[in-house]
C-alpha cells in the first residue's frame, strides 16, 4: 500500500474508533439528485449565484466572471458537476480557472475532482485542504468520509488572506479563525460588493457547527460581528445555503445566534444533559419562524450544546 494511503487511513481509523464510543444520530437522508435543479441569480457585475433547488443537494455556488476565466466558490456535490458547469456556461464561455472551497465538507467541495480535472486550480485554507487529504467524522452522525484523490486537493492555499486575480476580477480570500470549522474561508467580489459567507451565515434556517473541526457558537458569533464589521449596508452577501440576503438580514442571524447561546448555555449550566436540552424546545419561537423539522431543530441545538466550555 502506498504511504500516502496508510498516512490518510491512520486519521480514519482514529475517528472510526472515536465514532463506537459514543451514540450516533441517523445520517442525513439521500438526495435525489437526479430531480435536482439549479436556480441562478444575478448579482450584479458578472457575479452569480447558483443554487440548488430540489433537496438538500449542496451548498450555494457563486461564479465570478473575468474577461479570460472564472472563479467558482464551493461546488455542491459531486453528483452536482455536470448541472453546475452547465449553469456556468450559460453565462460564460470562458473557463474555470479558479474553484474556491469555502471549508471542507462535501456539500461544497464534491466538485473538486472534476473541475481538478478541467484544469481549475482548487484554492482553499491550509486548515480545510489537510482535512480533505486526511478524511473527516460527521459530529452527530459519526459518518466516516475518506480522503478526496489527489486531483481533488487544492493547489494553493493560504493561512490569513489571499488575493486572486483574472482580467478584469479580483477576489479576496480570508480567514476567519475557527467558527463554523477551523478552515474557513470567506470570499469578498468588491467590485459586485458581494461577500461570501460560506456556512458561517443562515438566513432563515438553522447553522451547522462542526464542532469536531474547530467551530462553536461562539466562534460563529465571533465571525458573524466580523462580517458585519465588513459589509456595508448594501452589500449583497451569500450564505452557505439558500437566497442572498443584506447586512439587515446578518444581524437578525447574529441576534439569533446570541440568543440560542444564551438559552442553551443556561440549561448546560444547569445540569441539563444534552437530550433533556432538546426535549426542552429552548428555541421554540425561532422554531416557528423558521419553520425547521425536528430533526434540524435537533441538531442545531446539539452542536450547540457540544460547541459550549464546559
Known amino acids: 500500500m502506498p504511504m500516502r494511503s496508510i498516512a490518510a487511513l ?34 450584479g457585475n458578472r457575479t452569480y449565484l447558483l443554487e440548488g433547488v430540489g433537496g438538500t443537494i449542496g451548498g450555494n455556488v457563486t461564479v465570478a466572471v473575468g474577461d479570460d ?3 467558482v466558490v464551493d461546488n455542491m456535490f459531486a453528483q452536482m458537476y455536470g448541472k453546475i458547469k452547465t449553469a456556468i456556461a450559460a453565462v460564460s464561455s470562458q473557463p474555470v480557472r ?5 471549508h471542507f465538507h462535501r456539500d461544497h467541495t464534491g466538485g473538486n475532482e472534476a473541475f481538478g480535472k478541467d484544469g481549475a486550480v482548487v484554492v482553499a485554507h491550509e ?10 467524522r460527521n459530529g452527530l452522525s459519526c459518518a466516516v468520509t475518506p480522503p478526496v484523490p489527489e486531483i481533488a486537493l487544492p493547489k494553493e492555499t493560504y493561512k490569513e488572506a489571499m ?6 476580477r479580483t477576489a479576496e480570500l480570508r ?11 470567506t470570499i469578498t467580489f468588491a467590485d459586485a460588493n458581494v461577500l461570501v459567507a460560506g456556512d458561517l451565515v443562515f438566513f432563515g434556517r438553522y447553522p451547522n457547527i ?15 460581528d466580523e462580517l458585519l464589521n465588513v459589509a456595508r449596508e448594501d452589500t449583497t452577501i451569500v450564505p452557505g445555503h439558500g437566497p442572498a440576503g443584506s447586512k439587515a438580514m446578518m444581524r437578525d442571524y447574529r441576534t439569533m445566534l446570541a440568543v440560542a447561546r444564551e438559552r442553551i448555555a443556561r440549561l448546560k449550566a444547569a445540569g441539563r444533559s444534552e437530550d433533556e436540552v432538546v426535549a426542552a424546545k429552548p ?11 425536528e430533526r434540524a431543530i435537533g441538531n442545531f441545538l446539539r452542536v450547540v450544546y457540544r460547541s459550549l466550555p464546559r
Open 127 to 136: 486548515n480545510a485542504a489537510r482535512v480533505l487529504a486526511s478524511g473527516s
Open 10 to 43: 491512520l486519521p480514519l481509523l482514529a475517528l472510526a474508533a472515536v465514532a463506537q464510543a459514543q451514540t450516533c444520530l441517523p445520517p442525513a437522508p439521500t438526495p435525489d439528485f437526479d430531480k435536482a435543479v439549479i436556480k441562478t441569480t444575478d448579482l
Open 210 to 224: 462542526d464542532f469536531v473541526y474547530g467551530g462553536s457558537i461562539d466562534g460563529m458569533i465571533r465571525g458573524t
Open 283 to 293: 428555541t421554540a419561537d425561532y422554531d416557528a419562524k423558521f419553520g425547521v423539522n
Open 69 to 71: 476565466g472564472v472563479i
Open 163 to 168: 488575493t486572486l486575480r483574472l482580467k478584469g
Open 175 to 185: 480567514h476567519p479563525v475557527d467558527v463554523h470549522t477551523d478552515g474557513d474561508t
Open 98 to 102: 479558479y474553484v474556491v472551497n469555502t
